[in-house]
C-alpha cells in the first residue's frame, strides 16, 4: 500500500512540474535503480535471443582431442552418418565436432593448462556428449561420475563382440571396475574420416543432453567393425 501510495504521490508531483528537464531529473534520482535494472534485463534478453538465433541446432557434440585436422582434411560429416547408419532421424540438427583441442603436444606448458581448464569446465556443465583422446588423456579425466557406464547402456551382443584389450575400466578402490570407454584402431570410422591414426578412446559424458545419441554413434562403430 505505501508503494502504491508514493507511486500516486510521485505522480501528482510530475504532472504540477512545467518544465521537462525538471520531470526527467525527478524520475532519474527517484527511480534510477528500477530504470537500470530494466536496462540490464532487456540487454541480457537481447543478447539471450540474438545469441539463439546464431546457434546452430545441434543433436551431437563430440570433442575430439589431439586428432589430426589441423594438418590434413577430415571428413566432418562423420558423426551425421554414423547417426544415420544408426537409423537416427536427427532432422535439420547437425553433429557439432570440437576438433581445436590438444593436451602434450605444445612445449609450453601453459598451454596445457589452458586447455584442460577447459576441458574441465565442459565436463563440469556437462556441455558435450562424446569424449575421444589417446589413453593417456582419457584416463586423466576417467571417472564414473563423469563418463556413463558402457556395459549399462550398449546391447550385450554388441559387449560380448569387444575383446577386452578393446575394454577401458575405471577400477576404484575397492577393485571394482566400470566400462567407461572403448578403444578404437585404425578400421574405425574416425580413423577413415582422418581424425585419427593411433588408437584412441572414446567415451559418453554422463551428464551430456544426447547421451542416447552417443551411445548409438558408439554402438555404430562397433557394429561397423564386425
Same mark, same amino acid.
Not at 78 to 94: H, M, N, P, Q, S
Not at 154 to 170: H, N, T
Given at each position: 500500500?505505501?508503494?502504491?501510495?508514493?507511486? @500516486?504521490?510521485?505522480?501528482?508531483?510530475?504532472?504540477?512540474?512545467?518544465?521537462?528537464?525538471?520531470?526527467?531529473?525527478?524520475?532519474?534520482?527517484?527511480?534510477?535503480?528500477?530504470?537500470? =535494472?530494466? !536496462? %540490464?534485463?532487456? !540487454?541480457?534478453?537481447?543478447?539471450?535471443?540474438?545469441?539463439?538465433?546464431?546457434?546452430?541446432?545441434?543433436?551431437?557434440?563430440?570433442?575430439?582431442?589431439?586428432?589430426?585436422?589441423?594438418?590434413?582434411?577430415?571428413?566432418?560429416?562423420? %558423426?551425421? $552418418?554414423?547417426?544415420?547408419?544408426?537409423?537416427?532421424?536427427?532432422? $535439420?540438427?547437425?553433429? /557439432?565436432? +570440437?576438433?581445436?583441442?590438444?593436451?602434450?603436444?605444445?612445449?609450453?606448458?601453459?598451454?596445457?593448462?589452458?586447455?584442460?581448464?577447459?576441458?574441465?569446465?565442459?565436463?563440469?556443465?556437462?556441455?558435450?556428449?562424446?569424449?575421444?583422446?589417446?589413453? /593417456?588423456?582419457?584416463?586423466?579425466?576417467?571417472?564414473?561420475?563423469? %563418463?556413463?557406464?558402457?556395459?549399462?547402456?550398449?546391447?550385450?551382443?554388441?559387449? +560380448?563382440?569387444?575383446?577386452?584389450?578393446?575394454?577401458?575400466?575405471?577400477?576404484?578402490?575397492?577393485? =571394482? $571396475?566400470?566400462?567407461?570407454?572403448?578403444?578404437?584402431?585404425?578400421?574405425?570410422?574416425?580413423?577413415?574420416?582422418?581424425?585419427?591414426?593411433?588408437?584412441?578412446?572414446?567415451?559418453?559424458? =554422463?551428464?551430456?543432453?544426447?547421451?542416447?545419441? =552417443?551411445?548409438?554413434?558408439? +554402438?555404430?562403430?562397433?557394429?561397423?567393425? @564386425?
Amino acid at each position: 500500500m505505501r508503494l502504491i501510495e508514493q507511486l @500516486k504521490d510521485d505522480r501528482e508531483k510530475l504532472l504540477r512540474m512545467d518544465d521537462a528537464r525538471q520531470r526527467a531529473v525527478f524520475i532519474w534520482d527517484y527511480y534510477k535503480f528500477p530504470i537500470l =535494472a530494466l !536496462l %540490464f534485463l532487456l !540487454l541480457f534478453l537481447f543478447a539471450v535471443i540474438l545469441g539463439n538465433s546464431g546457434r546452430e541446432d545441434i543433436c551431437l557434440h563430440a570433442v575430439l582431442i589431439n586428432n589430426d585436422s589441423l594438418i590434413i582434411e577430415c571428413d566432418d560429416t562423420v %558423426f551425421d $552418418r554414423l547417426l544415420a547408419d544408426a537409423g537416427i532421424d536427427t532432422g $535439420r540438427e547437425k553433429a /557439432k565436432i +570440437s576438433a581445436d583441442l590438444a593436451l602434450g603436444r605444445s612445449d609450453d606448458e601453459a598451454d596445457d593448462i589452458e586447455a584442460i581448464q577447459v576441458l574441465n569446465a565442459m565436463f563440469l556443465l556437462s556441455d558435450f556428449d562424446l569424449y575421444v583422446s589417446d589413453e /593417456k588423456y582419457f584416463e586423466y579425466f576417467a571417472d564414473p561420475d563423469v %563418463f556413463a557406464d558402457l556395459s549399462l547402456l550398449l546391447e550385450s551382443g554388441l559387449l +560380448s563382440e569387444i575383446p577386452d584389450e578393446d575394454r577401458y575400466y575405471y577400477t576404484d578402490r575397492n577393485g =571394482a $571396475r566400470t566400462l567407461l570407454g572403448i578403444c578404437l584402431g585404425e578400421d574405425s570410422a574416425l580413423h577413415k574420416a582422418g581424425y585419427y591414426h593411433n588408437e584412441v578412446v572414446i567415451g559418453a559424458v =554422463a551428464g551430456g543432453d544426447n547421451l542416447d545419441k =552417443a551411445i548409438a554413434v558408439i +554402438s555404430q562403430l562397433l557394429s561397423n567393425r @564386425k
